[in-house]
């Protein structure tokens, strides 16, 4: 995904649009730009890089006087991570900024190229800026009504027309919101951006187009103005900033216990809030990347605990598979953002063969929240760095709440009070785990110059292991597989090397020795073992940490955290860029 901000307003354009990019650089940072006009010209200046070195030229420019202007930080799709290919995107009267994919761009581009239009770049965007810049005449809104009745896909779009002293903006399927402020007005990619300046917005829906002026605020839809709600943001400016934290990933884990507490203090009292999924035969738990593997945790926990069958599977492949749907089933999409375009397209599948679904959702205003049948939201506030840690955690949270729920309502769970009481001790207990930092802070100096690295479990402790590989791999970029530890042994175990690190993850009482003897398997080969448990009698390899055996139920929430520290700490010790690694974006909205 991309970060636009777009102002109109006395301040100064520059500053409000590249204090907005640097908020919305997690969702993307590969290239940037801005477009700033005055009366009668529009200066546009991008860069290749990091949002930094698109502030240093715009500090090394000679810049106009500017009460308006757009900008974007960009996750590339279409063309390569280049300045020709940064946005802002200018092609007659029309400049904009874009987020999404249009899905038909090759063959507007050839119609266009066929009547002698000349293209500069390789993106869609400049595909989109020509289009509509072939329906304007003098109207703005008649100009991108008709375009958008050309463009297929997905799109939010900041537009400014030559000729016109306001800011344009229109969104299908990404995100947008305008910023109400005061004699000012702000488009953005999500409040973080303009947060500082105004807690004011109105949430843009599919194909609506806003019109916005220094005071004025018009929204249309099919060509006719409508009104529109201002909602209020509850964000904080301080939940916006990483304090006194070197990372927001490690703010963010540090936050945990708190967010934590604020989601099981929402429902721990409220159980009727949960959504109750006892009465449904089967259950499909879809979403990407670590919001998938925290639905395999649910799925461990309902088919142990309440006795339901549940598949999980990543959205890429759900959207786009043979799904038998022959018995009473639930679809549970699980989304930090709302917006990720694969587990959108798994909702609507489901939708489609009239499905039910239930959405675990961050983000209460985004397109999953708003289209699922149901909704549990979880509290973990804004998450900006792009490695998930608190949200996970609090899906993880969810999934063991619905499960006890469920287990209940089907008379399987005869401890359901005592368990409940235990939850409300969960945060103190993570509290504990985290106050250990500084043990995975030596782990991850341990991991600095590793290559390679195995995550190994059975059942529950497997789908730890999943997070915990992609928890490593996505911010310190050393190699890592989580495998089923009884698997290893078929193939993969030859990958085993001399100090090679192996993190056994072991919590199954029912299954412990037999990882043990897995673990004893790769020690034979000079495997570094790392053991993470909830039992004090395993022994010590080459290094354990115990935490507290609590409930099957909430086990995980103390066991995935350290994991968490230890991609965070070894990405730390290796000097990366961990808020926003490489070749990553916070939401995926694009397939
Ligand atoms: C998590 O660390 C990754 N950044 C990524 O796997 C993420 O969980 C996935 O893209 C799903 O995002 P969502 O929860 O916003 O749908």
Known sequence: MCGIVGYVGDRKTTEILLEGLNKLEYRGYDSSGIAIKSQDNIQIIKSEGKISDLEKKVE?????????????????????????????????????????????????????????????????????????????????????????????????????????????????????IVGIGTHENFIASDIAAIIKYTDKYILLEDNEIVELSQDGVNVYKNGKKISKKIEISTMSIEEANKGNYKHFMLKEIMEEPIVLQRTINKYINKMDDIFDVSNYDEIHIVACGSALYAGMIGKNLLEEKANIKCITECASEYRYKKVIYDRKTLVILVSQSGETADTIAAMRKAHECGIETLA????????????????????????????????????????????????????????????????????????????????????????????????????????????????????????????????????????????????????????????????????????????????????????????????????????????????????????????????????????
């Open 60 to 176: 090394n420019s000679s810049l106009i006087e500017s009460k308006l202007g757009i900008a974007h930080t960009r996750w590339a799709t279409h063309g390569e991570a280049n300045e020709t290919n940064a946005h802002p995107h200018q092609f007659g009267k029309v400049t904009i900024v874009h987020n999404g994919i249009i899905e038909n761009e090759r063959e507007l581009k050839e119609e266009l190229i066929n009547k002698n239009l000349i293209f500069k770049g390789e993106t869609d965007t400049e595909v989109a800026a020509a289009v509509i810049n072939n329906c304007y005449q003098k109207d703005p809104i008649e100009a991108i009504t008709k375009a958008m009745e050309l463009l297929n896909g997905s799109y939010a779009f900041g537009i400014i027309f030559n000729d016109q002293n306001k800011l344009y903006a229109v969104r299908k399927d990404s995100p947008l």
């Open 360 to 591: 675990i959702v961050n983000v209460k205003t985004s397109t999953i929240a708003r289209e699922a049948k149901y909704q549990l939201f979880i509290e973990a506030g804004p998450e900006i760095a792009v490695a998930t840690t608190k949200a996970y955690l609090l899906q993880v949270a969810m999934f063991s709440l619905i499960a006890l729920k469920a287990a209940n309502k089907k008379g399987l769970e005869k401890e359901y009070d005592d368990i409940l009481q235990e939850a409300k001790l969960l945060p103190e207990k993570l509290k504990k785990v985290l106050n250990d930092k500084n043990i995975f802070k030596v782990v991850g100096k341990e991991l600095m110059h590793k290559d390679d690295a195995f995550f190994i479990g059975r059942g529950i402790d497997y789908s730890m292991c999943q997070e915990g590989s992609l928890k490593l791999k996505e911010v310190s970029y050393i190699h890592s597989d989580a495998y089923q530890a009884g698997e290893l042994k078929h193939g993969t175990i030859s990958l085993i090397e001399d100090g090679m690190p192996v993190f056994a993850i072991i919590t199954d009482k029912k299954i412990k020795d037999k990882t043990e003897s897995n673990v004893i398997e790769v020690e034979a080969r000079k495997a570094q073992v790392y053991t993470i448990t909830n039992d004090k009698t395993l022994k010590t390899h080459h290094f354990k940490y115990v935490v507290e055996k609590i409930s099957d139920y909430f086990q995980p929430i103390l066991i995935v955290p350290p994991l968490q520290l230890i991609g965070y700490f070894t990405a730390d010790s290796r000097g990366l860029d961990i808020d926003k690694p490489r070749n990553l974006a916070k939401s995926v909205t694009v397939e």
